[in-house]
C-alpha cells in the first residue's frame, strides 16, 4: 500500500506513512501536483494506484449522509482506497497525527481498503470514531 497525501495535510504525514514502512508514499507537493483541481489530480491518484488520503471528504466520497452519490469516487469502478480525516475547520497538525495515527492502526488489522473508504473524525467535541464502508457500495 502507498498513501499519496492531500495538500490539504502536512507532510509531515508522508513522513510519517514512510517511517511506517509504506516505502512508496508521498505528498501531493513532493509530486509538484500542488494547485491541482480535485478533478484533475483524481486520474493521476486511480492510475498511480494510490490509497488518497484527505481531509476533504465531501469532495472525494460525496455526502456525509449518501457517501458515493457525488464527489470524485462516485464513478470509480476500482481505486486503492480513500481515507478520510475529519476534524474541525483548521484541523492541527497535533489533530492530523493524531487521525493518521488511529488510520495506520485500523490498517494494521486489516489492510485491505480496495474500494473502501476509512474515515477517522474528531468533530465537534466528539469522540474519536472509525468507519469502513464500501465505495462503490457493493
Known sequence: MKFLIDECLSPALAKMALEKGYGESSHVVWLKLGGLKDWELKPIILEGDWTFVTKNSVDFRGPKDKPGAKGQYADVAIHAGLICLNGPPG????????????????????????????????????????LRYALPKE
Request: aromatic share 4%.
Open 91 to 130: 484541523m492541527d497538525l497535533d489533530l492530523q497525527i493524531e487521525l493518521f495515527e488511529q488510520a495506520l492502526i485500523e490498517l494494521d488489522n486489516d489492510e485491505d481498503l480496495v474500494n473502501r473508504v476509512l474515515e477517522i473524525s474528531f468533530e465537534d467535541g466528539e469522540e474519536l470514531r472509525v
